[in-house]
């Protein structure tokens, strides 16, 4: 297999604080200690891979997945769409990306989930599908609700759709959730606000895309995923302790 | 000003929150068949080379209070050292593993081979270890750690001679409890 190089170091600052008291949850899960750094090898530059052939033709189609065609989801048609870049700009092809939800009354479909809002018979909130060659994805699925958790007195979480990137390498693996353009609810939430940059926060709100939207269809939000790239270069001197 | 850099930020992490099974394992959020086939459900197919074992342990967090809600990913290279994807690993071995704790007893079970040793891009070797990736809610950023053996032998491994601290060592190194059996207890903070 070509050595690609190691991967560029992941910068924390970009990245929400692990411990942050406004969002409870994170108070007794954060570590301590400082965080072991080492240059990535194998174990970090490699990475599972996943064929066309396992995934069914409605996998990234929520309005209709659940239901396996029989009965759209209601609530506001929308086409989620982007590109799975790295640090380098370069498109992450036939890489995986999946995505979860709640329905449009923000109540998901999970055991635990017992806010009154009510499922939707016809939607069950989970969808995946392969980058192309050019690292486009696109899903159709329905504008999630927002939704009430306890935490401060009154937290809403904003509209989002959680999503999930593997890349090409273990050490590229990201989960984030993406959030929409002009939702009041982005600046009151403590675990958005665990982004200190504000500008990073601002590349998780999808902007309205009317341009991929489909008329008296659907709505479209553009959502670009960047993951960390390699570092190609020509002198790789053997390192302290490798 | 200067010149632009041409390269970009990589995009926030963010939780992964209370429902990530929803997504990742519809199975285990109780909605099964969502997916003909889902993801990870073992890294090793019938046949792979290499000791069978199985690796057991819960996630707690600062109160000693085990995670009923994490979600763990694994992989790992083959019995011979070599990942998926590469010359001559074997086609047995996808590598890859998606498991959780228990929603009652916040335990996880994670059943594979073990993997041989890997070796640097500089020669030296990484002795056997699975590498994980945790996420949960209240999980800003996921985890990355890896479970090594103690009936290996662990000594000139780049990783864990770089720790200064020796009793952070013991906390990468799995128990035996068994044939073949392991304990791996993942400590959050404290």
């Given amino acids: 297999m070509t050595d690609l190089g190691p991967l560029i170091p992941r910068d924390r600052e970009m990245h929400p604080e692990p411990y ?7 108070v007794a899960r954060s570590p301590h200690q400082p965080l072991l750094s080492l240059e990535s090898g194998p174990s970090e530059e490699t990475g599972p891979t996943f064929g066309h052939s396992r995934f069914g033709a409605l996998d990234n189609n929520l309005i209709l997945n659940w239901t396996k065609g029989a009965a759209p989801a209601v609530g506001e048609r929308i086409l989620m769409h982007g590109r799975v870049l790295d640090e380098n700009n370069r498109p992450v092809p036939n890489t995986l990306v999946e995505i979860w939800q709640a329905n449009a009354g923000g109540r998901y479909r999970h055991k635990k989930d017992t806010y009154l809002a009510p499922l939707d018979p016809n939607f069950g909130g989970c969808g995946r ?12 699925t329905i504008r999630p609700g927002a939704y009430p958790w306890p935490n401060r007195g009154n937290d809403w979480r904003p509209m989002h ?30 675990i958005a606000a665990t982004i200190r940059n504000r500008s990073q926060l601002d590349r998780l709100v999808a902007p309205l895309d009317m341009a991929r939207s489909r008329r008296l269809d659907f709505l479209a939000y553009k959502f670009d995923i960047v993951l960390r790239g390699r570092r190609q270069t020509m002198f790789e001197n053997k390192l302290e302790g490798m | 000003m200067v010149q632009p850099l041409s390269h970009q930020p990589e995009t926030p992490s963010q939780t992964a929150g209370p429902y990530v099974h929803i997504g990742l394992m519809p199975t285990y959020a109780g909605n099964p068949g969502y997916y003909d086939e889902e993801i990870g459900v073992s890294p090793v197919a019938e046949g792979a080379q290499g000791q069978v074992i199985e690796i057991v342990g819960s996630v707690y967090d600062g109160t000693g209070w085990a995670l009923r809600d994490a979600l763990i990913e694994s992989w790992q290279a083959d019995s011979a050292g070599l990942f998926p994807g590469q010359d001559g690993a074997d086609p047995a071995v996808s590598g890859h593993c998606r498991f959780a704790a228990d929603a009652v007893t916040g335990e996880f079970t994670l059943r594979t081979v073990k993997p041989g040793p890997v070796p640097s891009r500089y020669g030296r070797a990484f002795a056997p270890h699975i590498s994980l990736w945790i996420v949960a809610r209240g999980i800003n950023i996921g985890l990355q750690t890896r479970i090594y053996f103690e009936d290996e032998d662990n000594e000139g ?15 990468l190194i799995a128990k035996k409890i068994g044939d073949g059996r392991y304990r791996f207890d993942i400590r959050l903070q404290g």
């Fill in chain 1, 20 to 26: 942050w008291p406004d969002y409870k949850t994170s």
């Fill in chain 1, 129 to 140: 599908t392969l980058t192309d060659e050019n690292g486009y994805y696109q899903f159709l």
């Fill in chain 1, 161 to 190: 759709i959680h999503v999930s990137v593997f890349g090409h390498s273990f050490g590229q693996r990201l989960i984030t959730q993406m959030y929409f353009e002009g939702d009041p609810l982005i600046p009151l939430c403590p």
């Fill in chain 2, 157 to 171: 491994d780049p990783l864990l001679s770089r720790i200064e601290q020796r009793p952070r060592v013991n906390t």
